[in-house]
Protein backbone atom coordinates (compact mmCIF):
# COMPACT_ATOMS: atom_id res chain seq x y z
CA UNK A 1 0.00 0.00 0.00
CA UNK A 2 1.26 3.64 -0.99
CA UNK A 3 2.01 6.02 2.15
CA UNK A 4 -0.57 8.49 1.08
CA UNK A 5 -2.75 5.28 0.63
CA UNK A 6 -1.53 3.71 4.20
CA UNK A 7 -1.80 7.80 5.81
CA UNK A 8 -5.51 8.37 4.74
CA UNK A 9 -6.46 4.76 6.33
CA UNK A 10 -5.10 5.60 9.57
CA UNK A 11 -6.36 9.25 9.78
CA UNK A 12 -9.85 8.03 8.72
CA UNK A 13 -10.21 5.32 11.32
CA UNK A 14 -8.99 7.73 13.63
CA UNK A 15 -11.46 10.52 12.39
CA UNK A 16 -11.52 12.95 15.29
CA UNK A 17 -8.03 12.57 16.96
CA UNK A 18 -4.83 13.77 16.38
CA UNK A 19 -2.14 11.94 15.53
CA UNK A 20 1.57 13.16 15.15
CA UNK A 21 4.14 13.19 12.38
CA UNK A 22 6.29 11.04 14.45
CA UNK A 23 3.54 8.21 15.52
CA UNK A 24 2.91 7.82 11.50
CA UNK A 25 6.18 7.97 10.52
CA UNK A 26 7.45 5.16 13.03
CA UNK A 27 4.01 3.10 12.06
CA UNK A 28 4.56 3.05 8.80
CA UNK A 29 8.54 3.29 8.92
CA UNK A 30 9.29 5.93 7.00
CA UNK A 31 11.08 9.89 7.45
CA UNK A 32 8.88 12.53 8.57
CA UNK A 33 9.27 14.26 5.02
CA UNK A 34 8.02 11.52 3.46
CA UNK A 35 4.83 11.95 5.97
CA UNK A 36 4.62 15.82 5.14
CA UNK A 37 5.24 14.98 1.62
CA UNK A 38 1.75 12.35 1.51
CA UNK A 39 -0.07 14.66 3.72
CA UNK A 40 0.25 17.46 0.99
CA UNK A 41 -0.91 14.96 -1.54
CA UNK A 42 -4.13 13.94 -0.02
CA UNK A 43 -4.90 17.89 0.84
CA UNK A 44 -4.17 18.47 -2.99
CA UNK A 45 -6.42 15.64 -3.90
CA UNK A 46 -9.37 17.09 -1.50
CA UNK A 47 -8.83 15.57 1.52
CA UNK A 48 -9.61 17.90 4.77
CA UNK A 49 -6.41 17.29 6.64
CA UNK A 50 -5.94 19.50 9.77
CA UNK A 51 -2.68 20.44 11.35
CA UNK A 52 -1.92 21.39 14.77
CA UNK A 53 1.83 22.23 15.92
CA UNK A 54 2.08 20.18 18.83
CA UNK A 55 -0.68 17.52 18.27
CA UNK A 56 -0.01 16.76 14.74
CA UNK A 57 -3.25 15.58 11.83
CA UNK A 58 -6.38 14.61 12.18
CA UNK A 59 -9.65 14.28 9.63
CA UNK A 60 -12.24 16.43 11.35
CA UNK A 61 -15.12 15.07 13.04
CA UNK A 62 -17.28 13.06 11.12
CA UNK A 63 -20.57 14.62 12.74
CA UNK A 64 -21.50 16.47 10.10
CA UNK A 65 -20.35 13.82 7.80
CA UNK A 66 -23.36 12.72 5.21
CA UNK A 67 -24.34 8.89 6.11
CA UNK A 68 -26.85 6.66 5.20
CA UNK A 69 -28.55 6.98 8.57
CA UNK A 70 -28.50 11.15 9.02
CA UNK A 71 -29.68 11.41 5.11
CA UNK A 72 -32.59 8.65 5.49
CA UNK A 73 -33.70 10.60 8.49
CA UNK A 74 -33.52 13.46 7.13
CA UNK A 75 -35.74 12.66 4.05
CA UNK A 76 -39.19 12.87 3.98
CA UNK A 77 -41.31 9.48 4.21
CA UNK A 78 -42.03 9.21 0.33
CA UNK A 79 -38.78 9.41 -0.44
CA UNK A 80 -37.20 7.06 1.93
CA UNK A 81 -38.32 3.75 0.24
CA UNK A 82 -36.54 5.33 -2.96
CA UNK A 83 -33.89 3.80 -3.93
CA UNK A 84 -30.17 5.71 -2.11
CA UNK A 85 -26.55 5.03 -2.29
CA UNK A 86 -23.56 6.25 -0.32
CA UNK A 87 -20.15 6.79 -1.01
CA UNK A 88 -17.75 8.40 1.07
CA UNK A 89 -15.33 8.54 -1.78
CA UNK A 90 -16.04 8.23 -5.16
CA UNK A 91 -15.15 9.57 -9.05
CA UNK A 92 -18.44 10.94 -9.54
CA UNK A 93 -22.27 10.78 -8.21
CA UNK A 94 -22.96 11.37 -12.14
CA UNK A 95 -21.04 8.63 -13.45
CA UNK A 96 -21.79 6.43 -11.00
CA UNK A 97 -25.70 6.91 -11.10
CA UNK A 98 -25.39 6.00 -15.14
CA UNK A 99 -23.19 3.11 -14.08
CA UNK A 100 -26.41 1.95 -11.67
CA UNK A 101 -28.69 2.94 -14.08
CA UNK A 102 -27.17 0.19 -16.53
CA UNK A 103 -26.62 -2.51 -14.13
CA UNK A 104 -30.06 -3.02 -12.02
CA UNK A 105 -33.39 -1.20 -11.96
CA UNK A 106 -33.30 2.18 -10.82
CA UNK A 107 -36.79 4.35 -10.09
CA UNK A 108 -37.52 8.44 -10.64
CA UNK A 109 -36.33 10.03 -7.43
CA UNK A 110 -33.35 7.50 -6.47
CA UNK A 111 -30.21 9.47 -5.17
CA UNK A 112 -26.41 9.21 -5.12
CA UNK A 113 -24.42 10.67 -1.85
CA UNK A 114 -20.72 11.45 -1.60
CA UNK A 115 -18.34 13.18 1.11
CA UNK A 116 -15.76 13.52 -1.36
CA UNK A 117 -15.47 12.64 -5.59
CA UNK A 118 -12.05 12.42 -6.86
CA UNK A 119 -13.76 13.49 -10.73
CA UNK A 120 -16.04 15.75 -10.29
CA UNK A 121 -17.41 17.52 -13.32
CA UNK A 122 -19.08 20.78 -14.55
CA UNK A 123 -20.75 21.83 -17.93
CA UNK A 124 -18.76 21.65 -21.26
CA UNK A 125 -16.41 19.00 -19.94
CA UNK A 126 -14.48 21.46 -17.22
CA UNK A 127 -13.43 19.63 -13.87
CA UNK A 128 -15.47 20.48 -10.31
CA UNK A 129 -13.09 20.40 -7.35
CA UNK A 130 -14.92 18.39 -4.96
CA UNK A 131 -13.02 18.43 -1.66
CA UNK A 132 -13.79 16.02 1.00
CA UNK A 133 -16.19 18.48 2.78
CA UNK A 134 -18.68 19.29 0.22
CA UNK A 135 -22.62 17.70 -0.17
CA UNK A 136 -22.36 15.91 -3.77
CA UNK A 137 -25.14 14.11 -4.64
CA UNK A 138 -26.97 12.54 -8.16
CA UNK A 139 -30.97 12.64 -8.75
CA UNK A 140 -32.20 10.17 -11.26
CA UNK A 141 -35.29 11.64 -13.23
CA UNK A 142 -37.46 9.41 -15.35
CA UNK A 143 -38.52 12.12 -17.55
CA UNK A 144 -42.98 11.48 -18.51
CA UNK A 145 -42.76 14.95 -19.94
CA UNK A 146 -41.21 15.66 -24.02
CA UNK A 147 -37.92 15.76 -23.56
CA UNK A 148 -38.28 19.20 -25.53
CA UNK A 149 -38.91 21.15 -22.19
CA UNK A 150 -35.73 19.33 -20.52
CA UNK A 151 -33.78 22.18 -20.15
CA UNK A 152 -36.59 22.77 -17.48
CA UNK A 153 -35.07 19.80 -15.31
CA UNK A 154 -31.80 22.06 -14.61
CA UNK A 155 -34.30 24.92 -14.03
CA UNK A 156 -36.10 23.06 -11.31
CA UNK A 157 -32.94 21.81 -9.68
CA UNK A 158 -31.26 25.23 -9.44
CA UNK A 159 -34.86 26.70 -7.67
CA UNK A 160 -34.53 23.75 -5.64
CA UNK A 161 -30.70 24.08 -4.35
CA UNK A 162 -31.71 27.99 -3.83
CA UNK A 163 -34.49 27.63 -1.98
CA UNK A 164 -32.58 24.26 0.06
CA UNK A 165 -30.24 26.84 1.08
CA UNK A 166 -32.65 29.61 1.93
CA UNK A 167 -34.68 27.42 3.99
CA UNK A 168 -31.78 25.32 6.01
CA UNK A 169 -28.79 27.85 5.98
CA UNK A 170 -31.40 31.60 5.93
CA UNK A 171 -28.96 32.46 3.40
CA UNK A 172 -29.88 34.44 0.33
CA UNK A 173 -28.97 32.20 -2.75
CA UNK A 174 -29.54 33.73 -6.58
CA UNK A 175 -29.39 31.73 -9.47
CA UNK A 176 -27.16 32.70 -12.44
CA UNK A 177 -28.83 31.06 -15.62
CA UNK A 178 -28.88 28.43 -16.01
CA UNK A 179 -27.03 26.03 -13.43
CA UNK A 180 -25.14 28.20 -10.96
CA UNK A 181 -25.91 29.11 -7.30
CA UNK A 182 -24.11 31.78 -6.10
CA UNK A 183 -24.66 33.67 -2.21
CA UNK A 184 -22.65 37.12 -1.40
CA UNK A 185 -21.77 37.43 -4.91
CA UNK A 186 -19.65 34.12 -4.77
CA UNK A 187 -20.43 30.86 -6.36
CA UNK A 188 -21.73 27.70 -3.72
CA UNK A 189 -23.27 25.45 -6.35
CA UNK A 190 -23.24 23.72 -9.74
CA UNK A 191 -25.62 21.46 -11.44
CA UNK A 192 -24.75 19.07 -14.07
CA UNK A 193 -27.43 17.38 -16.23
CA UNK A 194 -26.64 14.21 -18.28
CA UNK A 195 -29.08 12.22 -20.28
CA UNK A 196 -28.90 8.64 -20.22
CA UNK A 197 -30.09 6.89 -23.22
CA UNK A 198 -31.44 3.45 -24.76
CA UNK A 199 -29.26 2.24 -26.73
CA UNK A 200 -31.48 0.20 -29.13
CA UNK A 201 -34.47 3.17 -29.45
CA UNK A 202 -32.00 6.14 -29.14
CA UNK A 203 -34.72 7.65 -26.64
CA UNK A 204 -33.75 9.13 -23.59
CA UNK A 205 -34.63 6.68 -20.60
CA UNK A 206 -33.47 8.79 -17.48
CA UNK A 207 -32.02 11.96 -16.95
CA UNK A 208 -29.15 12.32 -14.05
CA UNK A 209 -28.75 15.83 -12.37
CA UNK A 210 -25.18 16.33 -10.85
CA UNK A 211 -25.37 18.74 -7.66
CA UNK A 212 -22.29 19.83 -5.67
CA UNK A 213 -22.33 22.83 -2.82
CA UNK A 214 -19.38 23.64 -1.40
CA UNK A 215 -19.18 23.85 2.64
CA UNK A 216 -16.09 25.39 3.07
CA UNK A 217 -13.03 27.08 1.11
CA UNK A 218 -10.59 25.56 3.04
CA UNK A 219 -7.60 24.00 0.87
CA UNK A 220 -9.55 25.45 -2.72
CA UNK A 221 -7.12 25.89 -5.41
CA UNK A 222 -5.38 29.90 -6.06
CA UNK A 223 -7.68 30.15 -9.57
CA UNK A 224 -11.12 29.20 -7.43
CA UNK A 225 -9.77 31.55 -4.59
CA UNK A 226 -12.41 34.97 -4.53
CA UNK A 227 -14.78 32.82 -7.26
CA UNK A 228 -15.83 30.05 -4.95
CA UNK A 229 -17.64 30.78 -1.62
CA UNK A 230 -19.59 28.04 0.64
CA UNK A 231 -23.04 27.88 2.43
CA UNK A 232 -22.99 28.51 6.30
CA UNK A 233 -23.93 25.26 8.12
CA UNK A 234 -23.19 26.64 11.21
CA UNK A 235 -25.84 29.10 10.47
CA UNK A 236 -27.78 26.38 9.85
CA UNK A 237 -26.79 24.57 12.97
CA UNK A 238 -27.56 27.61 15.04
CA UNK A 239 -30.75 27.57 14.14
CA UNK A 240 -31.95 24.83 16.34
CA UNK A 241 -33.80 23.20 13.76
CA UNK A 242 -31.56 20.39 13.51
CA UNK A 243 -33.01 17.27 14.56
CA UNK A 244 -30.26 15.39 16.55
CA UNK A 245 -31.12 11.90 14.55
CA UNK A 246 -29.07 13.98 11.19
CA UNK A 247 -27.03 16.90 10.96
CA UNK A 248 -27.18 20.53 8.68
CA UNK A 249 -25.14 19.18 6.00
CA UNK A 250 -27.18 16.26 5.91
CA UNK A 251 -30.85 18.23 6.34
CA UNK A 252 -29.46 20.35 3.43
CA UNK A 253 -29.00 17.11 1.19
CA UNK A 254 -32.04 16.05 1.61
CA UNK A 255 -33.78 18.88 1.22
CA UNK A 256 -32.37 19.61 -2.30
CA UNK A 257 -33.21 16.28 -3.31
CA UNK A 258 -36.82 17.00 -1.73
CA UNK A 259 -37.41 19.96 -3.98
CA UNK A 260 -35.80 18.50 -6.95
CA UNK A 261 -38.25 15.46 -6.95
CA UNK A 262 -40.74 17.73 -6.34
CA UNK A 263 -40.27 20.54 -8.86
CA UNK A 264 -39.06 17.78 -11.50
CA UNK A 265 -42.80 16.96 -11.38
CA UNK A 266 -44.47 19.87 -11.99
CA UNK A 267 -42.83 19.91 -15.61
CA UNK A 268 -45.40 17.07 -16.70
CA UNK A 269 -48.01 18.68 -14.90
CA UNK A 270 -47.85 21.64 -16.69
CA UNK A 271 -49.37 21.97 -20.14
CA UNK A 272 -47.44 23.00 -23.50
CA UNK A 273 -46.05 26.30 -23.15
CA UNK A 274 -47.66 26.60 -19.24
CA UNK A 275 -44.76 27.90 -16.70
CA UNK A 276 -44.40 24.61 -14.20
CA UNK A 277 -45.06 26.69 -10.36
CA UNK A 278 -41.35 26.48 -9.66
CA UNK A 279 -40.34 29.27 -12.19
CA UNK A 280 -41.91 31.72 -9.93
CA UNK A 281 -38.92 31.39 -7.70
CA UNK A 282 -36.60 30.70 -9.98
CA UNK A 283 -36.98 34.08 -11.74
CA UNK A 284 -37.14 35.49 -8.23
CA UNK A 285 -33.52 34.47 -7.44
CA UNK A 286 -32.35 35.35 -10.30
CA UNK A 287 -29.49 37.60 -10.10
CA UNK A 288 -29.25 38.42 -13.81
CA UNK A 289 -32.33 39.30 -15.11
CA UNK A 290 -32.32 43.23 -15.70
CA UNK A 291 -28.56 42.90 -15.91
CA UNK A 292 -26.32 44.06 -18.65
CA UNK A 293 -24.39 40.72 -19.65
CA UNK A 294 -22.27 39.48 -22.34
CA UNK A 295 -23.57 36.10 -24.06
CA UNK A 296 -21.23 33.84 -25.40
CA UNK A 297 -21.97 31.30 -28.16
CA UNK A 298 -20.30 28.96 -30.62
CA UNK A 299 -17.92 25.83 -30.80
CA UNK A 300 -15.26 26.06 -27.68
CA UNK A 301 -12.89 23.25 -26.03
CA UNK A 302 -12.86 24.70 -22.31
CA UNK A 303 -13.46 28.36 -21.69
CA UNK A 304 -15.87 30.33 -24.28
CA UNK A 305 -14.87 34.02 -22.23
CA UNK A 306 -10.99 33.06 -23.14
CA UNK A 307 -11.72 31.42 -26.56
CA UNK A 308 -14.51 33.85 -28.20
CA UNK A 309 -15.76 37.62 -28.12
CA UNK A 310 -18.90 38.08 -25.66
CA UNK A 311 -21.90 39.44 -27.38
CA UNK A 312 -23.19 42.53 -24.99
CA UNK A 313 -26.51 42.23 -24.33
CA UNK A 314 -29.32 42.62 -21.32
CA UNK A 315 -31.08 39.93 -19.84
CA UNK A 316 -34.84 40.69 -19.97
CA UNK A 317 -36.68 37.17 -18.69
CA UNK A 318 -36.82 34.01 -18.61
CA UNK A 319 -39.44 32.11 -20.67
CA UNK A 320 -41.50 29.09 -19.49
CA UNK A 321 -39.41 26.95 -20.62
CA UNK A 322 -36.39 28.23 -19.03
CA UNK A 323 -34.86 30.28 -21.84
CA UNK A 324 -33.07 32.91 -21.18
CA UNK A 325 -34.33 36.30 -23.00
CA UNK A 326 -32.29 38.69 -24.06
CA UNK A 327 -32.04 41.96 -26.07
CA UNK A 328 -28.82 42.67 -27.95
CA UNK A 329 -27.68 46.27 -28.35
CA UNK A 330 -28.81 46.52 -31.79
CA UNK A 331 -32.67 45.92 -30.17
CA UNK A 332 -32.55 42.27 -32.04
CA UNK A 333 -33.93 39.84 -29.01
CA UNK A 334 -33.16 36.20 -28.49
CA UNK A 335 -34.11 33.32 -26.37
CA UNK A 336 -30.97 31.63 -25.17
CA UNK A 337 -31.19 27.45 -24.20
CA UNK A 338 -28.87 25.71 -22.83
CA UNK A 339 -26.16 24.22 -25.15
CA UNK A 340 -22.53 26.18 -25.89
CA UNK A 341 -24.01 29.21 -24.47
CA UNK A 342 -22.89 30.97 -21.02
CA UNK A 343 -22.95 33.95 -20.12
CA UNK A 344 -20.86 36.60 -18.03
CA UNK A 345 -22.33 39.27 -15.98
Known amino acids: ?51 VTNKGYRMPPAGDA ?12 ELRSSKCFFYDTIDSTNMQAKRLL ?21 RLGRGFFSPENGIYLSVIIKPDFDISRSVLVTVAAAAAVAKAIQDVCSQDARIKWVNDIYVDSSKVCGILT ?27 PEELKGIAGAVDLERAAATGNIPASTNAKSLLAAEVVRLTVEYTSQIAKASPGEAPAFLDIY ?20 DPTSEL ?17 VVYENGTEETLTTGEVTIRL
Open 194 to 220: EAVTDFESGQIESLVIGIGINTSTEGF
Open 102 to 122: LSEEIQSGSAIFANHQTAGRG
Open 309 to 325: NGIPAKAVGIDNDGGLQ
Open 283 to 302: REKSMIIGHDIHVFKGTYRA
Open 1 to 51: MAIKDSILKTLTESRGSYISGEELSASLDVSRAAVWKAIKTLRDEGYNIEA
Open 66 to 77: ITEASIRYALPP
